[in-house]
């Protein structure tokens, strides 16, 4: 008799509850089962189909508790997403065996190239080459021919002076710098070390070149700066070095601006000097002005409206007669309407004597004049001032005398006037007294201001 014991868990010595035996009688192909209380539930006559069929109704990977194990062939097992992460980032499979750097001219290793793509000396073999020394290719010594007994493969001798020699096996032209070297098969050969140019268009030898070499066949061996030498035509000319200066003075092809006009001026090719249209307004510095500007950003006017002077230097007289001071002198006033003031200080040579100031033409026609001024008789207030008017360009303003003689005293004036014909203007001085010296001293000024 067989047994079959299937388990949910380690078989024990005998049935217990959750066990179940599954036994074959061969003798007459019974199935009988029993279960964990050791009675027969069922049994029945079967087939080995049969039996096979109620195990693999009874037995899965469930109940042996491996339903997540897949019945795979190990060389077709699936891998993780990690490893394969993993093998993607390996090398390539080479086609062939890479050498280890670290092998690099050592021995049995390989040796490397030097900057020039070569192996350098020192890695090759000895017998490779050996330098037996300088050797005069004209006459072939010492004496090389092929075949030559005791001359080993590598031998080389270094041509000293140029030749041509015939080892055995034809003509060879050697230049001085070149190698002759033992070849295994017996002949010596040419190894050009030299600088010297060996062909000329692919040709050894005494080569001749022609024009037809450099592709020049068509152009003729004439001196172009003769004239007999070249044939002109209408198209084909001479060109004369005034025509090339007249050609270098041209302005080059384009389209430019050849003329200014309106407020920039300018003519001419090439580089011009433009000039800005005159706007009216005379050139020089303006103090205290009206500027009138147009739309273009053009002073077209500029009109001074105040001018200043001071008295650098003392003004004497001992004249009884006006005479114009030149410090306190104008420019040119333009027609108009203007107030004045001046103040200063001034000196007597005498008690008795007075000075006298005036505002008075001198290129200019004044229509009107109304003023007034003040003349002191001592300083600091202790006395009593001279008040005078002056209404017209002739009225005498002049104080009588003064209290104390060479001492400093004030006088000031201030008035309107007008000017008919532009012109100059200035301050008169006088002396009450002729052959007395009145002194106006420095730092008076004066002020004209146009009003209208």
């Known amino acids: 008799m067989s047994t079959i014991v299937l388990a949910q868990q380690t078989t024990p010595a005998a049935p217990s509850v959750g066990f179940l035996r599954i036994y074959v009688d061969q003798a007459d192909s019974v199935l009988k089962t029993i279960d964990s209380n050791g009675e027969i539930k069922a049994f029945d006559l079967i087939s080995d189909s049969h039996i096979e069929s109620v195990i693999a109704g009874l037995v899965n990977k469930a109940w042996l508790d491996i339903e997540n194990v897949e019945n795979t062939a190990d060389l077709d097992k699936p891998i993780s997403t990690a490893t394969l992460a993993a093998l993607a980032l390996k090398q390539d499979a080479l086609a062939f065996t890479p050498e280890n750097v670290a092998n690099k001219n050592q021995a049995n290793g390989y040796a490397g190239l030097d900057a020039t793509g070569k192996v350098p000396l020192e890695f090759l073999p000895a017998s490779l080459m050996n330098l037996h020394g300088s050797w005069d290719a004209s006459i072939n010594t010492p004496h090389l021919e092929d075949h030559a007994v005791g001359v080993d493969v590598g031998d080389v001798y270094d041509c000293t002076v140029a030749g041509t020699v015939d080892f055995g096996h034809g003509p060879i032209a050697f230049q001085v710098g070149d190698w002759a070297i033992f070849g295994a098969d017996g002949h010596w050969y040419l190894s050009p070390n030299s600088d010297m140019v060996r062909t000329v268009q692919g040709r050894m030898g005494n080569v001749v070149i022609t024009k037809n070499d450099l ?153 009107t004049v109304s003023a007034k001024w003040l003349c002191s008789q001592s300083a600091n207030g202790t006395a009593s001032n001279f008040q005078y008017d002056q209404l017209s360009t002739t009225t005498n303003v002049t104080s009588s005398a003064v209290q104390v003689a060479n001492t400093n005293v004030l006088v000031a004036g201030e008035g309107v006037f007008s000017i008919k014909t532009a012109g100059t203007v200035a301050i008169e001085l006088r002396s009450r007294t002729a052959g007395t010296v009145v002194t106006l001293q420095p730092n008076t000024y004066l002020i004209i201001e146009k009003i209208i």
């Open 215 to 367: 592709g020049l066949e068509n152009v003729p061996n004439v001196d172009a700066t003769i004239a007999e030498n070249i044939t002109q035509d209408s198209t084909h000319k001479f060109v004369t070095d005034s025509q090339i200066t007249n050609w270098d003075a041209k302005q080059p092809a384009g389209d430019y601006i050849t003329e200014l006009t309106g407020d920039v001026t300018a003519s001419g090719a090439g580089s011009s000097v433009a000039t800005l249209a005159n706007s009216g307004v005379t050139a020089g510095s303006y103090v205290n002005a009206n500027v009138t500007v147009n739309s273009k950003g053009l002073i077209t006017e500029a009109i001074t409206t105040q001018w200043a002077y001071l008295l650098s230097s003392a003004a004497t007289s001992s004249s009884s007669t006006y005479a114009p001071i030149a410090g306190l002198t104008t420019a040119s006033l333009p027609i108009g309407t203007y107030k004045f003031k001046v103040i200063g200080p001034f000196q007597s040579a005498s008690v008795s004597v007075g000075i006298g100031l005036r505002l008075n033409q001198v290129t200019a026609v004044i229509g």
